[in-house]
């Protein structure tokens, strides 16, 4: 893992969160996504070399609406990027921990994406990223 890609933090309404996190930041988003195969829509905000993302769901099925309903808005995620995600998948197998998706997805912002079980990260729900070349 070379850097913390970024932070996402799930959010009810993705407008109105907007405003709250441009205030927040004193700048607007760079840039705002739909993501069909998760169901969600996410807006990324740069802070000096760090990103935090929002994210909304798009429908009732997403694993971010299900998460909502079961907790408030807050942090959600954190992201690191790799240099080749299916070499850290095979390497965090071996090592034991369970991957969320078998194979490596398009995510937002241009990037190849998995998820590592939380139950095998204490508790912390940690997506892995590289960027598609």
Same mark, same amino acid.
């Given at each position: 893992?070379?850097?913390?890609?970024?932070?996402?933090?799930a959010v009810?309404?993705?407008?109105?969160s907007n405003?709250?996190?441009q205030?927040i930041?004193g700048?607007?988003?760079?840039?705002s996504e739909k993501?069909?195969?998760? !169901?969600?829509v996410?807006?990324?905000?740069q802070?000096?070399?760090?990103?935090?993302?929002l994210?909304s769901?798009?429908?009732t099925?997403s694993a971010?609406?299900?998460y909502l309903s079961n907790?408030?808005?807050?942090?959600?995620?954190i992201?690191?990027?790799v240099?080749?995600?299916?070499?850290e998948?095979?390497?965090l197998?071996?090592?034991?921990?369970?991957i969320?998706?078998?194979?490596?997805k398009? !995510?937002?912002?241009?990037? *190849?994406i998995?998820?590592?079980?939380?139950?095998?990260?204490?508790?912390?729900?940690i997506? *892995?990223c590289?960027?598609?070349?």
């Amino acid at each position: 893992m070379r850097k913390i890609e970024h932070i996402g933090i799930a959010v009810s309404d993705i407008d109105a969160s907007n405003k709250v996190f441009q205030k927040i930041f004193g700048k607007a988003s760079y840039k705002s996504e739909k993501v069909e195969s998760e !169901g969600v829509v996410t807006t990324f905000f740069q802070i000096g070399e760090n990103k935090i993302e929002l994210v909304s769901a798009t429908n009732t099925d997403s694993a971010i609406s299900k998460y909502l309903s079961n907790n408030k808005e807050s942090m959600h995620h954190i992201a690191f990027d790799v240099e080749n995600i299916e070499k850290e998948i095979y390497r965090l197998q071996k090592e034991g921990i369970r991957i969320l998706n078998d194979k490596p997805k398009k !995510g937002a912002d241009n990037k *190849l994406i998995c998820f590592l079980h939380p139950k095998d990260t204490n508790g912390v729900l940690i997506e *892995l990223c590289q960027e598609i070349k």
